[in-house]
């Protein structure tokens, strides 16, 4: 049975990520350990190998652990990692932070995707595995049909990101935000619309608003900037996505993606219009099927008024593994131009699901 030390598992992606595990009953096949970085000697969860949590600190510990699933955010990774494998340690580090992403030891994992890259990699003796970023994974996830033909020359995109996928603190942030720019209902009931603007406006500048872990006003508003600035005028978040995405594929050659990343003040889940030039002119039908054929988590929404706001949304996609891709269609700049907009819950496949997923593929080679 494959020993894990998990740590990070109370954070929002460890909480996502325990739930999906118990839900598809992996702890039965797993010998989990659960480490703590503030509560070392308290009980342990459910499901657990012993009854308490163990010190996250101490990397002789974990390394008795044939893997180590971490959660726990960058700055963990940094202390843990190197000792980890200074020390010997020759296990699998599955990790949901970018700390290593980039490391040329390291494969990103997005098995419906790149899983007979996993596969390889392992057979090559590859021993770090990381989650890629949330949109880079959602956007791949949607258009996997298309890039497994060979049909995407380059990809446009505009994103709107979820305020969890910033953290737990922002998150709450974000719902602070609302309570303080909410008005009773006997007030709006006697306000003019134009009254209501005016008022939310004016609460949104307002310096008690706040704003200290979000850095602005989300509530009632987007903000087009995620992450710090490049040389190149892009955000990180933007700079990410062709450099993530040739790595999960593989490719040779650069995968050409590059777009504007907001975030909007929505709860979970991330938005993605997408302007895709393909490598030649396709039928609409066809290509719809193609979309459809990428794996068995992609749901076509229909382009009509009714499906897209009732299928094709944030609350509509929340808390489920489906890959909504919608709006559907030719674009005016010509018949190699594709649109499309896509939803999913960055939550999963932008962050839990590939870990317990690979965690599967790691149980499978162990027989």
């Not at 009953?25 to 797993?30: F, T, V």
């Amino acid at each position: 049975m494959l020993r894990v030390g998990f740590v990070g598992w109370r954070g929002m992606v460890g909480t996502v990520l325990l739930d999906r595990m118990r839900s598809q009953g992996d702890l039965g096949s797993l010998e989990l350990h659960f480490f703590s970085t503030s509560n070392a000697g308290g009980p342990a969860p459910d499901g657990a190998a012993e009854p308490l949590l163990q010190d996250a600190d101490d990397t002789a510990r974990l390394g008795r652990c044939d893997a180590v699933l971490s959660c726990q955010g960058g700055a963990y990774t940094s202390y843990a990692y190197p000792q980890l494998r200074s020390s010997g340690w020759n296990g699998y580090w599955i990790d949901a932070s970018s700390t290593l992403r980039l490391d040329d030891d390291a494969t990103l994992v997005l098995d419906p995707v790149n899983g007979d890259r996993i596969r390889k990699r392992l057979a090559e003796g590859c021993r770090t595995f990381v989650g890629s970023n949330c949109t880079v994974s959602l956007l791949l996830m949607a258009t996997a049909g298309l890039f497994r033909e060979g049909l995407v020359e380059w990809v446009n995109t505009t994103t709107y990101q979820a305020v969890s996928g910033a953290g737990a603190r922002k998150l709450t942030e974000l719902a602070r935000q609302i309570s303080y720019l909410g008005l009773p209902h006997a007030e709006l009931e006697r306000l003019s619309s134009v009254q209501v603007e005016a008022s939310v406006t004016r609460a949104q500048g307002a310096d008690t608003l706040p704003v200290a872990e979000i850095g602005a006003p989300l509530a009632c508003n987007v903000l087009p900037w995620i992450d710090r600035a490049m040389e190149s005028g892009q955000t990180r978040e933007e700079w990410k996505a062709s450099v993530e995405a040739t790595k999960i594929l593989g490719s040779e050659s650069p995968v050409i993606i590059d777009g504007t990343c907001a975030r909007v003040d929505a709860m979970r889940c991330h938005s993605q219009a997408l302007c895709i030039k393909l490598s030649r002119d396709i039928p609409i039908d066809e290509l719809r099927a193609i979309l459809g054929s990428g794996h068995s988590w992609v749901r076509l929404v229909d382009n009509s008024q009714a499906a897209t706001l009732q299928q094709l949304t944030p609350a509509a996609v929340a808390g489920s593994l489906d890959i909504a891709v919608g709006r559907i269609r030719k674009l005016g700049m010509g018949p190699e131009y594709l649109g499309a907009f896509t939803v999913g819950d960055q939550l999963l496949w932008g962050a839990a699901e590939p870990l317990r997923r690979l965690l599967g593929i790691l149980r499978e080679q162990r027989g």
